[in-house]
């Protein structure tokens, strides 16, 4: 039935133009190629031993032995506080703005909720702020986040 089907929509004849070839449909779903992966999954074996330690000692490093530089550089992973939080604003905000000197971080309690302000000029306001505000909410996204998680309630505003 499909192929009297390809043979109205394509033309009548097999000896007319390019025969199209139509698979025969026998109800068996045609077969897939079966996936390849090109790495295996790690087993038992494949942790380096004791050996292979001693065999390859650039690869591996002694518990003893001084961490990389590269750590040396990373901050310390140590629950932040309010204080840690304003520096942030405030690192944030001065790379933001055209005139760094002139802006001052300062925090404020409200009746439940610590208000970090940021004072600057007014030419630089709308360099905190951002396009539609978009900057302003990430540093209040971030602000907000970090305070969840000491239990504290904050937001930041952008004073003149």
């Known amino acids: ?4 089907f390809w043979k109205k ?7 007319e133009g390019a025969a199209l070839e139509v698979p ?11 996936p390849t992966t090109t790495a295996a999954p790690l087993t038992a074996h ?4 004791a050996e292979d330690a001693a065999a390859e000692p650039s690869r591996m490093a ?17 629950p932040a506080d309010l204080a840690g939080l304003e520096d942030f604003v405030g690192y ?3 790379n933001l703005v055209d005139n760094p000197e002139a802006v001052s971080v300062s ?3 409200k009746e439940r909720i610590s208000v970090i302000q940021i004072r600057c000029e007014k030419k630089d306001i709308g360099k905190i702020i951002g396009k539609n505000g978009k900057t302003i909410a990430a ?8 305070g969840g998680r000491m239990g504290l309630r904050l937001t930041v505003d952008v004073l003149d």
């Open 9 to 15: 929509m394509f033309g009548g004849e097999e000896g």
């Open 107 to 109: 925090t404020v309690e």
């Open 139 to 146: 540093i209040r996204l971030l602000v907000s986040g970090a």
């Open 62 to 78: 002694a518990p003893d032995d001084e961490p990389e530089t590269a750590a040396d550089t990373s901050l310390p992973l140590e």
């Open 92 to 94: 944030v905000a001065r």
């Open 1 to 4: 039935m499909a192929f009297s």
């Open 24 to 34: 025969e449909d026998n109800g068996a779903a045609p077969a897939m190629p079966e």
């Open 46 to 49: 494949d942790t380096p031993s």
